[in-house]
């Protein structure tokens, strides 16, 4: 509901967020790993060392790239060098200080250092044998997304080509599924790299909008803003989205449905990126043939073979309008994988096509009596207003432990302002 304290419980009681402290120790590992890793390297061609190094700064990259982005304001050409960042600490040994924030600006260019370094130590590696651990694709499609986000076209372009041209991976042919099929999962030759568990599963329950349930509904429920955004003969609407039990109105998005094997969500890198990333930065560019070409080998895999309509056919395809529709068909695919939020947030400060929208979350309850006599109602929403109206809100705040512990060093955000809900 974007309140001003998203770390209240209901009696306005603190609880500490474990995200930044998990965050700041996996770096504090690989900072001594990268330390201690020259020490132990057998010359230049050591495999192991350099798979071991190419891990190592992609994962430091991505946690930088995931604090940056939860804690501070989106990569601004005008202002990254002035936006509070997250502390940056890159070293091994312990510095006996308290730690301030970086810019923005700071903590990208160490993200971007961090993944040329990991592309690098993995181009001559092999594909390992299961996704569970990052690659030389891995690497150039995080290193594309990161230049998406500063606005670098033609490197983003670049390192997309060079995931492409890897030939490790191949995008997924939807009219081989069925419907109920796994659209995820480890062996798929989508799947770049992925770590963690299938968090939606647990978001999105079985029980949303139970018609016995005696209380409010459980669970989230996908939007049928999102719903309406897939086109006739898109096969992603039947294999990504399924109805809950009991229930003909509401949806549920179920991408990873199989019993075995291990994928995420939240954390989970497929090929289809690097040509949605080359799409964007072709579309910006001005290359806008290049960009539609881009696009529909995707989209070729998407549709009912034969029905696929032609970019042009939808509607005028052009300068801004073909951004959007490249952004659109990036929240098609993306959707609940952890993507869509740090991509509004980059849209609203984009420099040359800004994008930014009200978000409503509606509340229901449910009224008229027990069982079978009940039923749920929309009584009303918490809306976020676009970007510029409500900034304060697109960052979490940074933990109170850590203002206290850093003795007034780190600097908090800006203040979130209460937020009620609008009754219908």
């Known amino acids: ?29 690989l900072n001594s790993i990268l330390s201690e ?35 501070a304001q989106p990569y601004a050409l005008s202002s990254a060098d002035k936006e509070l960042g997250v502390p940056l600490k890159i070293v091994g040994e312990v510095e006996d200080k308290h730690f301030s924030r970086a810019s923005v600006q700071a903590v990208y260019t160490q993200i971007r250092s961090d993944l040329a370094n990991s592309v690098a130590a993995f181009r001559e590696i092999p594909k390992y044998s299961r996704p569970i651990r990052a690659d030389y694709t891995a690497a150039c499609i995080l290193m594309s997304r990161v230049c998406l ?65 005696s209380s409010t509904a459980s669970s989230y429920k996908t939007s049928d803003d999102l719903l309406n955004c897939y086109g006739e003969n898109d096969l992603r609407r039947k294999i990504f989205f399924t109805h809950p039990p009991f229930s ?11 019993e075995s094997g291990r994928i995420g ?24 043939a290049g960009a539609k070409s881009t696009l529909n080998v995707l989209r070729e895999k998407r549709f009912l073979v034969g029905e696929m309509p032609a970019i042009e056919e939808e509607m005028a395809r052009s300068g801004e309008n073909l951004v959007n529709f490249i952004r659109s068909e990036r929240r098609r695919e993306f959707c609940y994988e952890g993507q869509r939020w740090f991509d509004l947030r980059r849209y609203a400060v984009n420099s040359k096509y800004p994008f930014s929208k009200p978000i409503r979350h509606e509340v229901r309850e449910r009224q008229g009596g ?7 109602v929309t009584v ?12 304060a809100a697109y960052v979490l705040p940074l933990p109170s432990s850590e203002i206290i512990f850093n003795k007034g060093t780190l600097v908090q ?7 009620k809900m609008v009754r219908y």
């Open 1 to 29: 509901r974007w309140q001003e304290n998203p770390f209240w419980n209901k009696e306005h009681v603190e609880y500490k967020p474990d995200d930044w402290e998990k965050a700041y120790k996996r770096i504090a590992i």
């Open 149 to 213: 986000y500063m606005e670098d076209y033609e490197e983003a372009v670049a390192y997309a080509d060079s995931a492409i041209l890897r030939e490790s991976h191949s995008i997924l042919d939807l009219n081989s599924l069925e419907e109920g099929d796994s659209f995820t999962y480890e062996g798929s030759p989508e799947t770049v790299f992925t770590q963690g568990g299938y968090i939606m599963a647990q978001i999105h329950t079985s029980d949303a909008c139970w018609w016995n349930s």
């Open 413 to 419: 955000n800006e203040d979130r302002p209460a937020r």
């Open 370 to 376: 027990e069982g079978a006599e009940g039923h749920y």
């Open 265 to 288: 969500d939240y954390m989970l890198f497929r090929f289809p990126e690097a040509y949605l990333n080359k799409a964007e930065a072709q579309a910006i560019l001005g290359d806008e």
């Open 248 to 258: 003909t109105d509401a949806w549920r998005c179920l991408k990873f449905r199989e």
């Open 380 to 391: 009303g929403y918490y809306e976020l207003k676009p970007y510029a109206e409500d900034r």
């Open 37 to 71: 890793l020259d020490n132990v390297r057998e010359g230049e061609s050591d495999t192991l060392a350099n798979r071991v190094a190419g891990e190592a700064y992609f994962l430091r990259a991505y946690n930088y790239y995931w604090l940056v982005n939860v804690y």
